[in-house]
């Protein structure tokens, strides 16, 4: 290929010109150009869906960026889809330019998407690799790669599963049997060549190949002799019949476009290809092969697309490792390498690394260097990495995976213009993307939004919408500047796949209003369990989908006057809370909501201690955690319902002290009622130790003492006994007196209940405990002065320090000054007491 002569070269240019490519690669993309602007062809014919020839012109619009991607979809199944991803690098959009560019006319003449879309979806006598999709690139990172791909959960396996160019692998039937595994032939030629990465051998004869350098037609030639050669030996390479009707198709093609134009036709293709094309076939077997495909109806149209779906780990393989790479030596003009390097010392100074320019002269002389150790023309991708790593990241790979992501990678996002075709829906969420001025973007990004402003609680019901609509371009994460309701904060990140999300929404509306609205109504009306209808309801309020709600609050009414397991309505009542407090920021009218929410309460109180007998372990801990959400729901209905529901949170603190007394009730959520009902001031400090000391008394089982004191100090309990070292010492006492042959079991609820306390709590009691009963208020301290928790003593310095915070929390009359805590007299320790008292309940 580096070294052919002359007559090869001429041999090339027979008609039909056959341009071998491999899809996606510069080199290539290069040769292409250099034999179109010397052939000078009549017509240009693409391996493509046919489909899209209406669709060429568009290309040549100013508004058209690379990488973009030709997608089909079934009109009654957008879901049955198929990508064809075209980059700026890749052979067959430089033909489309040249083509346009020069007034010559394009077309498509792989298998029309009618057929791609319909094959595989009988699996009966399907062919093996049916529904796989004409996917671009797999493993084989081959010359002969197809390029369309399948989007996940598309019904098909998805790109990279199979090797796309050699899906248009077909032979004439008399060569050798096909092999049983697909080949790949970069593979086998780069180990002919002596080589073991086929990725290298191909940089170094072809994307290290200068523009302008020999004879045009002499590559093609040279790689069509090799694939030549590599067909009779390997037949199809484990194609499949789907190759051989692709490669029949685009023979009658070539045929009909011959006698057209004659002998000015240019072919543009995977180079496994072309001997199929070459070989001579009657139309009469080739038009049988095509006699009875199975088709659909089939719309296409332009989308963006992204270098890391042209990367092959992503998940859609492409055939290409680097896409961003490849990208910088297509349009570098000259000094590829110390480019690069340029660009990735400007990217590690964007990110405060120390890089200067003598970092980057020292990177171009090691890669060179490299280069030549290892027998290759010009330092690759391979000795760029290494001189990057050795000189700009000091030996570390985690700048380096910085550079592999932002650069080696990357994250283009291609355009195409508005009169590109589209779904009404589609163009909606344009015009409401352009309103909003929310871009989307390959980066992820997060997005801050204060629903107090217009543009931002617009964005916020776009993104939910969306959600609805299952087009996940947002996704909602924790805010960490507040905690309000009415902020949010968004992970915004815009995939390729996306388009054919929203034109599967497209049957639910022409707008995203009212997508959404009829998607929520539908949902709702086939939502089989209760706590789905409350959780649609919840983001019907976020969505602002006022005309979906009557549907759902209905549906949300029958569940719930049906459903009598109380545990679904616990699960339920929780997001029907949170629905209320979105009415202060978005103006919403939650009143029916209410109304059912107080409802639903009302039955949770009703069932909820029946519910609670005779539970094994894992029912008992998932009840713990429904009494939680119940209480933490009543705490907020307490702040929202009107006077007809003030009682509820007295009500709920009643059927909380029925669950801490019932025998029957197991000790894990009796231990957790005791606990929700002191954290609410319902119950003493005294009481709560005159609880825990009846459930562990000597007559208690270990195991059902165990389960209280999980529920009542587990999840972040552990600040009580920290400072009511009464609890601890009971605790303590219990523990020590559980027999030996008891103390196996008890052991796994102790420490699963321990080891969720933070780091400084466990050792704040540990010290506790080391220290011992009756050593400076130790343990059992219940007789020491002052303020459970304290010790006797004052510490001055530390008191003096806490004044002025004091102040700000009581104002300055709230707060007594002394000169010398020890001439303070006895008498007043119990004022001391009653100001720790009241410390202790502004802390909780």
Do not use: N
Not at 467 to 487: A, D, K, M, Y
Request: glycine share 12%; charged share 25%; hydrophobic share 45%.
């Amino acid at each position: 290929m580096t070294g052919v002569d002359g007559a090869l070269g001429r041999r090339a240019a027979v008609q039909p010109l056959l341009l071998g490519v491999r899809h996606h690669g510069p080199g290539s993309a290069r040769a292409v150009r250099a034999a179109l602007e010397e052939a000078r062809p009549k017509v240009v014919l693409i391996e493509g869906p046919p489909e899209a020839d209406a669709l060429i012109p568009l290309a040549a619009e100013e508004g058209m960026r690379p990488p973009v991607a030709l997608l089909a979809h079934a009109v009654d199944e957008p879901g049955r889809s198929a990508f064809w991803p075209l980059a700026e690098f890749s052979p067959e959009w430089v033909a489309l330019r040249w083509a346009l560019e020069h007034d010559v006319p394009a077309r498509f003449i792989d298998l029309p998407a009618t057929h791609t879309l319909a094959w595989g979806r009988d699996d009966a006598g399907a062919d093996p690799d049916a529904g796989k999709g004409e996917t671009s690139g797999d493993g084989r990172g081959s010359a002969e790669e197809g390029t369309a791909e399948r989007p996940a959960g598309a019904g098909s396996e998805g790109a990279g599963s199979d090797g796309a160019g050699a899906e248009g692998a077909g032979s004439d039937g008399t060569g050798p049997p096909e092999a049983d595994v697909r080949v790949d032939p970069l593979a086998v030629l780069a180990e002919a060549a002596g080589y073991d990465d086929p990725e290298r051998w191909w940089e170094d004869v072809v994307e290290h190949r200068g523009p302008g350098q020999g004879d045009a037609f002499a590559p093609f030639a040279a790689l069509e002799e090799a694939m030549a050669a590599l067909r009779e030996t390997y037949g199809s390479g484990g194609g499949g019949g789907r190759d051989l009707v692709r490669e029949a198709h685009m023979r009658l093609q070539v045929r009909a476009a011959q006698r057209e134009y004659g002998d000015g036709v240019a072919v543009v293709c995977g180079a496994w290809h072309v001997p199929a094309l070459r070989r001579k076939a009657a139309v009469a077997a080739d038009r049988a092969l095509l006699k009875g495909l199975l088709k659909v109806k089939a719309d296409m149209t332009w989308v963006p697309w992204t270098h890391r779906r042209l990367s092959r780990f992503s998940g859609y393989g492409a055939g290409i490792d680097a896409p961003g790479w490849y990208a910088h030596l297509f349009g570098a003009p000259d000094r590829p390498v110390e480019r690069w390097l340029t660009k990735v010392a400007g990217l590690l100074r964007e990110e405060d690394r120390i890089v200067s320019s003598a970092h980057v002269i020292e990177a171009v002389r090691l890669a060179e260097t490299l280069a030549a150790m290892r027998g290759r023309p010009l330092p690759g991708l391979s000795e760029t990495t290494d001189a990057v790593r050795a000189v700009m990241c000091d030996g570390s790979d985690v700048p380096l995976a910085l550079v592999h992501d932002r650069l080696v990678v990357g994250d283009v996002l291609g355009e195409v213009p508005e009169s590109a075709p589209a779904v009404p829906l589609q163009r909606d969420l344009a015009r409401l993307q352009r309103r909003l001025r929310l871009k989307p973007e390959a980066l992820e990004r997060e997005l801050e939004l204060d629903l107090r402003k217009e543009t931002d609680a617009g964005r916020s019901r776009l993104l939910h919408r969306l959600g609805l609509l299952g087009v996940g371009w947002g996704e909602p994460t924790v805010s960490r500047g507040s905690t309000g309701t009415f902020r949010e904060t968004w992970r915004l990140r815009w995939e390729p796949e996306l388009s054919v999300r929203v034109a599967e929404a497209g049957v639910w509306g022409t707008t995203v209003l009212s997508a959404a609205t009829a998607k929520a109504e539908a949902d709702a009306v086939g939502a089989q369990a209760l706590a789905e209808v409350t959780a649609l309801a919840e983001r019907c309020l976020l969505a602002e989908l006022t005309d979906a709600l009557p549907v759902v609050m209905r549906v949300l009414a029958e569940r719930a006057a049906l459903d009598a397991d109380v545990g679904h309505l616990a699960q339920a009542l929780p997001a029907l809370v949170r629905s209320l407090r979105y009415g202060d920021v978005r103006g919403t009218d939650t009143g029916a909501l209410a109304e059912v929410a107080a409802g639903l309460a009302e039955r949770v109180f009703v069932g909820l201690p029946p519910a609670c007998s005779a539970l094994d372990a894992d029912g008992a801990e998932e009840m713990r955690r429904h009494v939680d959400a119940v209480h933490t729901a009543v705490g907020l209905l307490g702040d929202t319902l009107t006077a007809g529901h003030a009682d509820l949170r007295v009500r709920w603190h009643g059927v909380l002290r029925v669950l801490s007394g019932r025998d029957t009730v197991p000790g894990v959520i009796r231990g957790r009622a005791v606990r929700l009902l002191l954290d609410d001031g319902e119950v003493e400090q005294e009481q709560a130790a005159r609880l825990m000391g009846l459930a562990l008394s000597p007559g208690t089982p270990p195991p059902d003492a165990a389960a209280w004191i999980e529920g009542f100090v587990g999840g972040g309990g552990g600040m009580l006994l920290v400072h009511d070292e009464r609890l601890l010492a009971l605790v303590d006492a219990w523990l020590t007196g559980v027999p030996a042959a008891a103390f196996t079991d008890v052991l796994p609820l102790l420490r699963r209940t321990f080891s969720a306390y933070e780091p400084g709590v466990r050792r704040t009691l540990g010290e506790l405990v080391r220290r011992g009963p009756g050593r400076g208020g130790g343990i059992t301290g219940a007789t020491a002065a002052g303020v459970p928790g304290f010790a006797a003593d004052l510490d001055q310095e530390r008191a003096d320090a806490v004044l002025p915070v004091l102040r700000l929390l009581l104002g300055p009359d709230g707060v007594q000054e002394v000169d010398d805590v020890e001439d303070v007299p006895a008498a007043d320790a119990a004022a001391q007491g009653a100001a720790g008292e009241e410390l202790a309940e502004v802390a909780r």
